[in-house]
T-cell receptor, first 113, second 116 residues
């Protein structure tokens, strides 16, 4: 399948901003998502963005999409220790693929006091 | 909001036995559900797409006879790992689309299978 790439680790101090980056290769990607996975748990949808959007903001979360470069980022403002988790970037072509998601390997975010 | 529930959350079995994992959509109907597998510290890999009333669509490299999928109703899909072996030990997660406009998926809590 198409590739979704993420950096594997990120460490930030509590209160700082975190930026998690993702690149993808499928130019047919219609929807792009950020999921959060806490240890031993399932996935929680954080936010998503349509491919025709450049930015989406939702409280502490800001998603930026550069469709030309196929680059997606997730910024978490005022990062808290409770934000420590693995963050997955995912994309789908949408109805053409039956909404099956293609995931990156996940970025492990560690927030230190 | 929409919820997808999986059961059991953890299962330990002996090598050679079969294990069934259930995925239920609790307050919505799902004609399609997706089964993912996650290896430790790795991403989720799509195994198959479960289709209500018809055969599942398996991804390349996934053994159909090994991972039996049944989507008998609009709210239930089951994954049966047949003749399980230690290499089948993994975290299995199901998901279902809840919004055809956004493609938004809700995920189950996952089922951790350990085969001894």
């Amino acid at each position: 399948g198409e590739d979704v790439e993420q950096s594997l680790f990120l460490s930030v101090r509590e209160g700082d901003s975190s930026v998690i980056n993702c690149t993808y290769t499928d130019s047919s990607s219609t929807y792009l998502y950020w999921y959060k996975q806490e240890p031993g748990a399932g996935l929680q949808l954080l936010t998503y963005i349509f491919s025709n959007m450049d930015m989406k903001q939702d409280q502490r979360l800001t998603v930026l999409l550069n469709k030309k470069d196929k680059h997606l980022s997730l910024r978490i403002a005022d990062t808290q220790t409770g934000d420590s988790a693995i963050y997955f970037c995912a994309e789908t072509e949408g109805s053409n693929s039956g909404y099956a998601l293609n995931f990156g390997k996940g970025t492990s975010l560690l927030v230190t006091p | 909001g929409a919820v997808v529930s999986q059961h059991p959350s953890r299962v330990i079995c002996k090598s050679g036995t079969s294990v069934k994992i259930e995925c239920r959509s609790l307050d919505f109907q799902a004609t399609t559900m997706f089964w993912y597998r996650q290896f430790p510290k790795q991403s989720l890999m799509l195994m198959a797409t479960s289709n209500e009333g018809s055969k599942a669509t398996y991804e390349q490299g996934v053994e159909k006879d090994k991972f039996l999928i049944n989507h008998a109703s609009l709210t239930l899909s089951t994954l049966t790992v047949t003749s399980a072996h230690p290499e089948d030990s993994s975290f299995y997660i199901c998901s279902a689309p809840v919004d055809s406009n956004t493609g938004e998926l809700f995920f189950g809590e996952g089922s951790r299978l350990t085969v001894l």
